[in-house]
């Protein structure tokens, strides 16, 4: 069954082929245009986390450096456009679906994008330094107006990269829905494998570009790439943007548990007695308003609730590669043989494991997924990348206290004199390579659970899911941030590192994780069964399922019938 029709599906795509045309030019005229299709989406969605990355790459510099933001106050304003942006396409989605056409909301976030894009440079162009003849200055922002600006130009961009992830580029925009477990994992590598490479561009590219004599121009980079990206969409906006089916929601399966909490809780309660799940109470054979369909598909997905839940503080740690490491490697000596390294590109270390390990993980694959005997779950990798951004954190900590015991020096960054350490960057080098080691097992094995293990209807509900809770994991790093800086009255998050422990907010986030890891350990065994229970069981209770069941039984005993010789001569007589 198609999951998927493209926006400009008429009925005259159903005709049949005129006299006279061949089949085989239909059907290469189609795989020309998939192909087309394919390779248009990877490239807007490249472009978007082009621009996306171009904005994440120096904007603490930006912060600390040009508004005058404290430290923890500019690692906050990062983590939540993380945040934000992973939070909007789910909203976008949503609005898509029930308020606004397709189409139209694509244009809408095509604008927004561009508007957050350009604004950017409003903020980051040296206006002082542009003169219309030697004595008079053009024009001026005051802190406050670039502050506003700035914030606008955010909150704009992550409401246009929500749009064009959720209409231009879904996960459902790839074909994935015939693929077997072995298939997805082998895609979620390599996709990841690609933004990864991707990424690994721009913090080289443009973070030098921001840091440079031409640094503000960085900010004009993103919006290039918008064009771009605008442009590939225009070419094949018709054959590109699909509408998914809409079988289900998020409004559906928050409806099937806020009934089910209801009749759970209310006055209908002890007419449920028989009910093995409470889920269940949402049932209309128990009172509920919704179908078995319905109420069984959200159980598959509760199931995978614990799943997400452990990726929040997870995703936390990796938040510390744009704010906290961010912020180490800020104030650690970046001079190398008399070139000054860009602060952000110390985080193309994170990736080069990512690059590395992918290849490896998968003839690891090939070889585990060929063994049918084995019960292979990918949780395995699941906990070994916990462990590892846990000890990556814990690495931050002692490279912190390793840090201090250097002597400090001046450096200039963005034409701004520090006060950092004389210890070298690349002695950081060790926790980078820990997290991205972290994100090569974690967010592909991930993906492919959240993805597998629930009904066709729904895979997108859950991608979904697994989204908000990274999103989550964002605002918990920036609240963690917010609580250790007020509750310590700075010293867990100084804005001078050298005069703070930030350290002791590395140890705690550290044995926080490890505690997250052991939790993850100990139920990741329900994810080797629920695969089997969904296979073999849960397929086998839905409606349409038993229906399926019922006609091929029917259809088997006929043909028994049929070939059977003594039911034949007993017909003939």
């Not at 005259?12 to 248009?40: D, F, T, Y």
């Not at 919006?223 to 070419?235: D, N, Q």
Request: hydrophobic residues 45%; contains cysteine; aromatic residues 12%.
């Amino acid at each position: 069954m198609q999951e998927k029709q493209p926006l400009n599906y008429t009925a005259g795509n159903e005709r049949r082929l005129l006299p006279g045309r061949s089949n085989h030019a239909g059907n290469l005229s189609q795989s020309e245009k998939k192909l087309q299709e394919a390779i248009c989406v990877l490239l807007v969605e490249l472009c978007e986390r082009f621009t996306f990355f171009g904005i994440v790459c120096n904007m603490i510099l930006f912060c600390t450096v040009k508004l005058g933001y404290r430290n923890y106050q500019a690692a906050i304003v990062n983590m939540c456009f993380v945040g934000t942006s992973m939070l909007t396409p789910v909203l976008v989605g949503w609005l898509a679906e029930y308020l606004v056409g397709r189409i139209k909301l694509v244009c809408i976030s095509m604008f927004l994008h561009f508007l957050g894009t350009a604004l950017l440079p409003v903020v980051a162009f040296p206006f002082e330094d542009i003169y219309i003849d030697r004595r008079h200055i053009l024009h001026t922002l005051t802190k406050r107006e670039q502050k506003i600006v700035f914030y606008f130009a955010l909150l704009t961009a992550s409401l246009g990269i929500g749009g064009i992830r959720a209409i231009v580029c879904p996960l459902s925009a790839y074909n994935l829905e015939d693929c077997g477990p072995k298939e997805l994992l082998s895609f979620f590598n390599w996709f990841y494998w690609l933004i990864n490479l991707n990424s690994a561009v721009v913090f080289v590219s443009i973070s030098y570009i921001q840091q440079s004599v031409a640094r503000n121009l960085g900010f004009l980079i993103p919006f290039v790439s918008m064009l771009m990206a605008m442009i590939t969409i225009h070419m094949v906006r018709g054959e590109m943007i699909y509408k998914p089916k809409t079988e289900s929601s998020l409004l559906t399966t928050f409806g099937v548990i806020a009934s089910a909490l209801k009749m759970f809780c209310g006055r209908y309660r002890y007419f449920s007695g028989g009910v093995t799940n409470w889920l269940d109470h949402a049932k209309e054979n128990y009172g509920g308003r919704y179908s078995e369909t319905q109420v069984e598909s959200t159980k598959s997905l509760a199931r995978l609730f614990p799943l997400f839940a452990f990726q929040i503080l997870y995703r936390t740690c990796i938040m510390q590669i744009p704010s906290g490491y961010y912020l180490q490697t800020m104030n650690s000596n970046l001079n190398f043989s008399g070139f000054v390294l860009p602060v952000a590109a110390m985080n193309v270390i994170s990736i080069v494991p990512l690059l590395i390990l992918v290849p490896i993980l998968e003839c690891i694959n090939l070889h585990l997924f060929s063994s049918k005997d084995t019960g292979y779950s990918p949780t395995i990798y699941i906990v070994v990348g916990q462990l590892s951004a846990a000890l990556s954190v814990m690495v931050a900590g002692f490279s912190e206290i390793h840090r201090k015991h250097f002597p400090q020096v001046e450096q200039t960054l963005s034409e701004e004199v520090l006060l950092v350490s004389s210890m070298p960057c690349f002695h950081l080098a060790p926790q980078y390579i820990l997290l991205g080691v972290a994100e090569a097992l974690v967010t592909p094995s991930c993906s492919l659970l959240s993805f597998w293990l629930v009904p066709e209807r729904i895979r997108g509900i859950s991608m979904h899911f697994l989204t908000l809770f990274n999103g989550a994991g964002c605002f918990m790093g920036a609240f963690f941030v917010q609580t250790a800086h007020a509750g310590t009255q700075g010293n867990w998050f100084p804005h001078l590192l050298h005069e703070g422990k930030l350290e002791r907010f590395f140890f705690f986030l550290a044995s926080l994780m490890m505690v997250n890891t052991l939790g993850f350990w100990a139920i990741a065994h329900r994810y080797n069964s629920l695969k089997q229970e969904y296979t073999n069981e849960f397929r086998g209770s839905l409606p349409e399922e038993r229906l399926l069941k019922h006609e091929k039984a029917i259809k088997d005993y006929d043909s028994i019938l049929e070939s059977s010789p003594i039911l034949s001569s007993m017909e003939k007589t």
